[in-house]
């Protein structure tokens, strides 16, 4: 598979505990997007890099929520001190000229218990 | 504030019957719009866009700016078109995201 990849896929967490999640964008796009999915709801928008740059964060990202790209590649997102209100899919997705172009990864859900 | 709304949560219709998912935005200034389809344990992907005007697995989807709506249409329902449905948007200006609805669930029933 040549798609946009994420890893793990599912995460169960103690609440209190650091999570962190891998995103590897297919190889050439050099847009990078995550976005948070709750159940019976869309995608949220979390935060954008275009190559290594983070260029925009939601208001959704509090400060428990760090997003890296380095060199423009692999992506990870940490949450850290989880709490259950972040039990959620968190998916990610890639570009190469757009957000409508992206071509979206599965997803990693999360579960705070 | 960008908004959008799609007000069936659940939506069921008979294979061979014409199907309309909603979408209503709010936005001030000059959106695009599109549909995305999430099928059973796929990934969420692209149906269309409205500055294509395709017609794309049959569905099409008209932007009405007047009454804000970006409805998805198709004559004749098949059953592989039940999947998850998302209207979103995105601002013309270039910011880098995009708005997406709550999902309407299409069941076509045989």
């Known amino acids: 598979d040549t798609g946009v990849s994420q890893d793990p896929r599912h995460k169960i967490t103690k609440r209190g505990q650091n999570v962190t999640f891998r995103c590897d964008p297919i190889?050439?796009?050099?847009?990078l997007y995550w976005y948070r999915q709750t159940l019976g709801q869309g995608p949220e928008f979390l935060t954008y890099f275009q190559n290594e740059a983070q260029l925009e964060k939601s208001r959704l990202l509090s400060d428990r929520f760090s997003a890296e790209r380095p060199k423009g590649s692999f992506s990870t997102l940490e949450i850290q001190r989880t709490e259950q209100g972040d039990s959620a899919m968190y998916l990610c997705?890639?570009?190469?000229?757009?957000?409508?172009?992206?071509?979206f990864g599965q997803g990693t859900r999360l579960t705070v218990v | 504030a960008q908004r959008v709304t799609q007000p069936e949560k659940l939506l069921s219709v008979f294979k061979g019957a014409p199907v309309e998912l909603k979408c209503n935005y709010s936005y001030s200034g000059s959106p695009e719009l599109f549909w995305y389809v999430q099928y059973s344990r796929q990934r969420l992907q692209l149906l269309l866009r409205?500055?294509s005007r395709e017609s794309i697995k049959g569905f099409t989807a008209d932007l009405n700016k007047g009454e804000t709506s970006f409805h998805l249409k198709k004559p004749f329902a098949q059953e592989e078109d039940s999947a998850m449905y998302y209207c979103a948007l995105s601002s013309i200006q270039g910011a880098q995201k995009l708005v997406f609805g709550q999902g309407t669930r299409l069941t076509i029933n045989p």
């Open positions: 190889s050439e796009h050099n847009r």
């Open positions: 997705a890639s570009s190469f000229s757009g957000p409508f172009e992206a071509f």
């Open positions: 409205h500055i």
